[in-house]
């Protein structure tokens, strides 16, 4: 039996454009909703987590790895020869799934074990979502099937669908922190969407029923339909396999590299997300926008440019940070994603081609997203991955291919010439460790150039990979520096050049510093003093001074984040400090004393509470602290449920009658004192916020930016006194509260921004 289209029908104009319209805008709905789920649910849980980036990265890997299951399913309905069997099938899917709405957090998943946080989370998202995410997940190539067997012209090449589904999807990423993050809950989003997921059982409907009406398609047979087009050899489905795989696993590593250092939020989730299924919009169009050819020309500029920004760092910078990492995956995700659109298979091998797609996009997350955080001690994955990319590339991509052993020896010459002196302290070693910047830019442009000009693949990943290794052998870190890994992020442990400060960042972000040598060189002996953040003429500093000298007693302290331990040697003789502290590798890392002696020098028996502050804390008594300390980070910001109505509505509750809370939110790119004030005033509290420019950046004695929350002026003592450097700050009645329910994560960038302190 052979392949035909259906001779024409009555009416075939109006039927084929009453065709397109339901299955494009079935598709476009179905994508919409397949895409704002992520967001949305993902926000939902990350107070079990702590706010950590991790959660969105093991989530990706949980919605790629159920993307395929979903394709797969879609496959494998769409090999039976019966129309009205995959219809009947796929609408029962749909209708069970429906019964499982709203989205809400499985019971018996409230909080998390000691340890496996990864596979836990899998298991929760597994049991609350699973269902109606897999069904959504086979949406679009089973709907594009079911459009090439209803008969319509455009069946013979239904790609053009894929771009609409990829329309939906951006829609719905770009739209949710712009739109529906700032304007709505997450109960009104969570109605808006069951909603949605009802009106799409209705398209889907009307598509089966257009399918089972349309006049019958003589399917061919495998054996006819390998004669006429061959199918896609392994090797060729491999390849697919492989750039679908890079620029998935790109994806999840440029997002934790920029969610890292400004917040876990969903806003810097779907900004990336949204670039990556721009990109499957754009080369699926019938006349791509953007030329394949010219994708391919500057994915080499993409590769160095990358390998630049990783030189210089530019964290500090928040457009360079978000606008240049984000452009190189852009265009290097462009180039993989229209190697694969110039080479899809005919569309009666449509869903296997889904199926290596979606495969790929799995493997690219569990290596991003699950496996290197295991196996790295640090973000490991996004040098590898860059390097990866070279291989996305044609198999020719320059036209000189002579040559060949003579450029091996070039370049082992100049990798010995580059990495030797790191071993030395030599002259030759300082300045290569001065000008590491100029010498792995130089390298970077000569592997650009090499791309243009040899026509392996090999040579120039070669090149490419001696540049990324120059960033780790020459680091852009002022001294010794060691990393400590965990599903909370990469600690790392600095000793400057002169051994006189040990420093803990996270991210580009400092925690903690402790001072190990006196200016003269010898050794500091006693009891450390605090400096970073936590001087005793700062915020933190004067907050702890106030309390303790209003009450005239020993002080009751407990402290949310632990750090290098610096506030543990603030504690004064006889009183009671309890610290809350979600990481274990941290809590390891502040007991060592090669790395800092806070712990061992002032409180070695200190026994902090594991776990999230929010479910932690809570067990705590009510009316037992006269002080609570908010200091916990996820790099550069408080994890956003941390700082909400509900949460200061449980710290208010371990205050003593005359308590106060200290919330510590100095922030480069989110501003968070109005936040504070917000949330305090709903609960009755007045604020006073601390903001100061110490200019002693050398000393590690930093600008803090600290709000003390109190129901009375007396409670908070000298404070309230118009001489201090604190000032009484009223909630700002034009700004919504956060709640667990609510945040606005653009708000706070937008008023950074408007203050000019980026």
């Not at 852009?330 to 110039?342: D, K, N, S, Y």
């Not at 331990?565 to 004393?593: H, N, Y």
Request: charged share 15%.
């Amino acid at each position: 039996m052979s392949s035909s289209q259906p001779s024409a029908a009555p009416n075939s104009a109006s039927r084929n454009r009453l065709l397109l319209t339901v299955y494009t805008a079935a598709i476009f709905v179905s994508a919409l909703l397949l895409f704002s789920v992520q967001p949305l649910f993902t926000k939902m849980v990350l107070p079990r987590l702590g706010g950590s980036p991790a959660v969105w990265s093991v989530a990706m890997v949980f919605f790629q790895s159920l993307l395929l299951g979903g394709y797969a399913y879609a496959h494998f309905l769409m090999q039976l020869r019966n129309r009205a069997i995959p219809v009947a099938v796929h609408l029962v899917m749909l209708i069970a799934a429906l019964l499982t709405l709203p989205l809400a957090i499985a019971n018996g998943w409230g909080e998390p074990p000691d340890s496996g946080y990864a596979f836990w989370l899998l298991g929760l998202f597994a049991v609350s979502i699973g269902l109606p995410f897999f069904a959504l997940a086979a949406n679009n190539p089973m709907l594009q099937a079911w459009f090439v067997r209803t008969g319509h012209p455009d069946g013979r090449d239904p790609y053009f669908l894929y771009a609409s589904s990829n329309i939906g999807s951006f829609l719905a990423l770009l739209s949710y922190p712009v739109l529906l993050e700032p304007m709505f809950s997450l109960r009104t989003q969570n109605m808006i969407w069951t909603s949605g997921y009802g009106a799409l059982i209705v398209l889907i409907a009307g598509c089966g029923f257009l399918l089972l009406r349309s006049p019958a398609i003589a399917i061919a047979s495998p054996e006819e339909s390998e004669a006429t087009t061959p199918a896609p050899s392994w090797v060729q489905r491999l390849r697919w396999i492989f750039l679908a795989a890079v620029p998935s696993g790109l994806l999840i590593a440029v997002t934790a590299h920029i969610s890292t250092d400004v917040a876990a939020a969903p806003l810097l989730w779907v900004l990336p997300l949204s670039l990556y299924l721009l990109t499957w919009v754009l080369v699926f169009q019938s006349r791509p926008l953007l030329p394949h050819w010219l994708m391919l020309m500057a994915m080499p500029l993409a590769i160095a440019g990358v390998i630049v920004l990783l030189a210089v760092g530019g964290e500090q910078n928040l457009l360079l940070t978000l606008g240049g990492h984000q452009l190189a995956f852009f265009i290097i995700a462009m180039g993989c994603h229209g190697e694969l659109a110039q080479s899809r298979p005919a569309a009666r091998y449509l869903t296997g081609f889904y199926v290596s797609l979606s495969f790929g996009g799995m493997v690219g997350g569990l290596f991003a997203g699950l496996i290197a955080p295991y196996t790295f001690s640090w973000i490991a994955e996004y040098p590898i991955l860059i390097a990866l990319a070279v291989l996305c590339l044609p198999a020719r991509i320059g036209r000189y291919a002579g040559g060949r052993g003579l450029y091996w020896l070039l370049l082992l010459i100049a990798a010995v010439a580059l990495i030797a002196p790191s071993y030395t302290t030599g002259k030759l070693f300082s300045w290569l460790d001065t000008q590491r910047v100029y010498v792995i830019a130089a390298v970077a442009v000569v592997a650009m150039i090499v791309s243009r000009l040899r026509a392996s693949r090999l040579e120039y990943l070669g090149i490419t990979v001696l540049a990324l290794a120059l960033i780790r052998i020459y680091p852009a870190d002022d001294g010794r520096v060691e990393t400590v890994r965990s599903f909370f992020g990469v600690h790392k442990i600095q000793v400057t050049a002169n051994g006189q400060y040990h420093v803990l960042l996270h991210g580009t972000t400092i925690h903690g510093a402790e001072k190990y040598l006196n200016d003269d060189g010898t050794p500091v002996t006693g009891r450390p003093e605090p400096i970073s953040y936590y001087y005793k003429d700062g915020g933190m500093g004067q907050a702890i001074a106030a309390l303790r000298a209003r009450k005239g007693a020993p002080l009751r302290v407990a402290v949310i984040g632990l750090g290098s331990g610096s506030l543990v040697c603030a504690q004064a003789p006889g009183e009671q400090w309890k610290f809350f502290e979600i990481d274990q590798t941290m809590v390891d890392t502040a007991r060592d004393p090669k790395y800092f002696s806070y712990l061992s020098k002032c409180q070695p028996d200190i026994k902090p509470v594991i776990g999230d502050a929010r479910l932690t804390f809570a067990r705590e008594p009510d009316s037992a602290y006269d002080l609570i300390i908010v200091d916990a980070y996820s790099s550069d910001a408080i994890p956003i449920h941390l700082a909400t109505q509900e949460a200061m509505a449980i710290y208010k509750a371990k205050l003593a009658p005359q308590g106060a809370v200290v919330m510590h939110v100095s922030n480069r790119h989110l501003e968070l004192a109005s936040v504070v004030t917000g949330i305090a005033d709903a609960n009755g509290l007045k604020s006073w916020v601390f903001n100061e420019d110490t200019g002693r950046d050398a000393e590690y004695i930093f600008s803090t930016n600290v709000v003390i929350s109190a129901r009375n002026d007396a409670d908070v003592g000298n404070i309230a006194l118009p001489s201090s450097s604190w000032a009484l700050t009223p909630a700002k009645p034009d700004q919504r509260v956060w709640t667990d329910d609510y945040s606005n994560i653009l708000g706070a960038v937008w008023r950074r921004l408007k203050d000019g302190d980026t």
